[in-house]
């Protein structure tokens, strides 16, 4: 019965849709209403994002059993209606100097994080093929909203294009699964994988469907539409697809792969595990010879995407709430690095490479400061947060027996030490004159807050550890 | 409840008042005002101390120990800390004694001071001292003890380096705060690795937990000995013992509140409280005892013997303190805990006083400290004259002053305990204490003067008498807490320890003595102080060739005394230019260079140029990435199914 009980018990999910819907409506009819609309916004993602901090509920199911509710869900909503929010703020001053549709964009990035909840929130795999589409559709369309940038639409046309190609694996993957089943319910397949997992449909079905979101998640060699695609698109909207997207294709991941399948089924688990160690190594080798900024960041992502992969072959709780600790950590700390990269960039996409910044602390060392933070947190430095999320992850492979694979993961993330760090020596120890940004409060706000919260996180870690210990 | 606060305000207050002074000092112009805020947060931490201590002592002896958990710092593992403070017998003497006498030279500073252009930064560090020495004696636990025993020692290095633009012997003072940081943490590795040991052997870090356990080790047990001697690695670094005692005497780079209050009353004793705060864990190693002993009585006597040449005032009583501190490791060593104790808080007040003493005699003579060129003091300086001769009393050891009663329980303790050897060697040092102490007397404040020049020394500021006058009286009356049962005496302070020392104690089977012969020995220490006052006052107090004529007859003894047993020239060329040279040669321009940052450069090289090379696959053609996709596709596949 589908009812109004269904839809209390999907609060976040409400929330985000409705006021996208209500934005849309506003945007349309309203001349000036992009105040309005951005106020709305901001508070609706604020609103479902502190829902799940505070209010998670208990773990149960909504509209026949299609979603999972509570817990998890909650968790995960809150996560990627976080990186939303982080977003709105660092692009209200970046877009609207670019573009002016900005209510189009705030529309686009409410829907984008419905598609992601309700990815984490599936309970079936047509509903999760949904939710990922709504999130990838509203990605294409952001990643070229700065319509007359050449960059911008080649970024949009190949997310398109080679997502489109991904998208047909995983569809045809879920047919499979369907085959071989006879359901797409999730919980039905994963306690069906003890007798198929000789079947070869069912196997097939299952590649695809792992295809599918090692592209999502942008893991060697389904990556290669990342560099391109994070360096053309506006920055913000970079930021947003590096975190909110990864957060959401690594919530579909755990719900069907991990902890549960990986454990079953011994091939595809050494075939995430070759991948998380080639995406590592790849990703980070691949960064140390960028010039770009937002290209370092780009290969960077990658990396953590292998990182973030040993969660999910550890297949265990610690390994699992260490991705879920990952991602938040890696929402604060990316969505930070990136909004400083936006607010440094000059209007024409320029200034974002290494050598503009040289001498940065000192024309602006608020901005210096806060990326020094968010690029010691990437390296993995305690105190900070990126520190806990590593050691979460790779604590688990090895409880996992995986103990060579937090080897490669180290050793990978020393070779990241270089071009984190190259960042801050060049801000630090190097001249270099620059044009001062203008001071945008809103983003300010989100920077800080987002540097604070990385610290706080990197201090008392088991404030979520303990938390999203309870799901699994 | 409410102790949990009161300790917490106490340890934290002067740490406030770090962070003011440290923060803010620069701008806060009044020195009155600066001066207030390092000395009031001392002086409300010794409130605390005295609150706590009359309420300690309105409760039953069982119940007297009180551990406060402020938060829990560490939990790693098996590994599981907290920010805790255990007070009790022990810890609140010392507190009382570091907080007080600590109150008392944060005023004599204001004085002092007057004037400095970083007035601000050295209340700020004072204060900083003061916080870690308090972590060091109230912690409950060794971690947080050892983040003290740190913290004490940063401090150390920077107040005596406090006015680096200025010269200090052959060297900078830079060099005397590094000679004494280095040479500190050669001691620190020895309770490093006691720790570890005490955590593999207990599995925990907590007094409670460890001392309880280790009383159930057998005497000798050999885990105990190596525990108690890298402890005592620690605390011969600390405390100014062979053979690491060499930083202190260089350690007077510091202006001189800091030599009082660090080098001299308080942080050079945290040795002998560490080794008191595990004296269980010492008296099931008899050989450490006795390796501690020997120390002890060794370093009693040689720098006793150094004392007895040098000319600069502030050398004379470092030596001194270096030879005081060996007296309180004598009585450790024989099990007399309590009395080495005891002589900690007389010594706290009588070298605090000699070293303010010297302060003042200084700042009077503008930045002069070579005895040879002082004399007649004693009528320029009245206060600071008459303060300085009570204090040479005490410390020589004349009866009823409070020094007599500390070292006589220590010479007695060692005696009754059957160490003869080592009574000897304490009661000659005695002897050539009280030589040097009225030697430095009466060169400073009797006879005439012989300075050149326009000086015309005047008493100082009240802030700076003010103390001198308090510790004189305690100097004087200090020692009444601890007169013996033999000369009628309650010896308060014993009993007052005893609950702490007891399971020590009982596993040592000592039992107090007391006979005819304790007195003898009072008698003869006190005659053999009286003849060491003598000869001094003889041979200094007006111009006399006697000393002159005594050393050209033992001139080799006396060139080697002067030069202060050759000990720093020894470690010069043994140790320190071999280490040196073995880095440099070795080390750096072989290891480090040819091996070490090779490989690392050639390493960094070969990674940049995989990337150089394998970046080439990133056409941007979207054709290619959809191939390369493709074939990810059929590898996967491939690998599943055929598996």
Known sequence: ?472 | MMTTQLVAMAVFLPLAGFLINGLAGRKLKSELLIGAIGSGTIGLSFVIALILFTGMLGTPVADRTTIVTLFPWIEAGALSTSFAYQIDQLSILMMLIVTGVGFLIHIYSIGYMHGDPSFWRFFAYLNLFIFAMLNLILADNFLLMFLGWEGVGLCSYLLIGFWYDRRFEKGSTGDAAKKAFIVNRIGDVGFLIAMFLIFTTFGSLDFVSVFPQAAAFPVGHEVMTWITLALFLGATGKSAQIPLFVWLPDAMAGPTPVSALIHAATMVTAGVYMVARCSILFALAPTTMMIVAVIGAATALMAATVGLVQNDIKKVLAYSTVSQLGYMFLALGVGAFAAGLFHVMTHAFFKALLFLGAGSVIHAMHEEQDIQKMGGLKSALPVTGRTFLIGAIAIAGIPPLSGFFSKDEILWKTFSGGYWPLWIIGFVGAGLTAFYMFRLYALTFEGTKRWEGEKHPHESPLTMTIPLIVLAVLSVVGGLIGIPESLGGGNTIEHFLAPVFGPAELAMRLHATHGGIEYLLMISSVLMAAAGITLAWKWYRTASNQPVRFAERFAGLYRVLLNKWFVDEMYETAVIRPTVRGSEKLLWKGIDVHVIDWTVNRLGTFAQWVSRTVRVVQTGVTQNYAFVFVAGVLLIIGWILSA
């Open chain 1, 1 to 472: 019965m589908t009812g109004v009980e269904d839809l209390l018990q999907t609060t976040p999910l409400l929330i985000v849709s409705i006021s996208g819907l209500v934005v849309l409506v506003i945007d349309s009819i309203f001349r000036n209403g992009e105040r309005l609309a951005f106020w709305l916004a901001a508070t609706s993602l604020l609103a479902s994002g502190l829902h799940g901090l505070y209010g998670i509920g208990e773990t149960g199911t909504a509209f026949s059993g299609m979603l999972t509710t509570g817990g998890y869900a909650d968790f995960c909503a809150a996560l990627f209606s976080l990186a939303g929010f982080l977003t709105l703020l660092l692009s209200r001053d970046y877009i609207g100097s670019r573009t002016t549709d900005r209510g189009e964009y705030y529309v686009l990035i409410l829907f984008a994080v419905a598609g992601m909840i309700l990815m984490a929130s599936a309970a079936d795999l047509v509903v999760l093929f949904l939710g990922l589409e709504m999130m990838s559709l509203c990605f294409y369309v952001l990643a070229g909203f700065t319509r007359t940038s050449f960059a911008g639409n080649e970024a949009s046309l190949k997310y398109f294009l080679l997502g489109a190609f991904a998208t047909g694996f995983l569809l045809y993957g879920i047919a499979f699964l369907y085959g071989a089943v006879g359901s797409t319910n999730i919980d039905l397949i994963l306690s069906s994988a003890s007798h198929l997992r000789d079947q070869t449909f069912f196997l097939i079905g299952l590649s695809l469907l792992l295809i599918g979101f090692l592209f999502k998640v942008a893991a060697v060699p389904f990556h290669m539409w990342v560099p391109d695609v994070y360096e053309g698109a506006p920055t913000t909207v970079t930021g947003f697809m590096s975190t909110g997207g990864k957060a959401a294709a690594f919530s579909a991941l755990l719900l069907v792969f991990a902890p549960r399948l990986a454990s079953q089924i011994g091939p595809v688990r050494e075939v995430i595990a070759v991948i998380a160690a080639v995406t590592m190594i790849g990703g980070n080798i691949l960064a140390l010879s960028q010039e770009n900024i937002k290209r370092m960041l780009a290969y960077s992502s990658v990396a953590h995407a292998g990182y973030l992969l040993t969660g999910v072959v550890a297949a265990n709780g610690s390994g699992s709430t260490g991705i879920l600790f990952y991602l938040a950590a890696y929402t604060l700390m990316n969505c930070g690095a990136f909004g400083v990269v936006a607010l440094l960039e000059s209007r024409e996409g320029g200034r974002t490479s290494f050598q503009d910044y040289s001498g940065l602390s000192k024309s602006s060392p608020v901005l210096a400061g806060l990326m020094a933070l968010f690029m010691f947190s990437l390296t993995g430095i305690p105190p900070f947060a990126g520190f806990f999320a590593k050691y979460a992850v790779f604590s688990g492979a090895v409880a996992a027996g995986y103990t060579w694979l937090a080897i490669i993961g180290v050793l990978a993330s020393l070779i990241s030490v270089y071009y984190y760090l190259r960042l801050v020596v060049l801000m630090y120890f190097s001249e270099g004159e620059h044009p001062v940004p203008a001071p945008v409060p809103l983003a300010y706000a989100a920077l800080l807050a987002a540097a604070g919260a990385v610290l706080f996180l990197g201090l008392f870690p088991s404030t979520i550890l303990d938390l999203t210990a309870t799901f699994f």
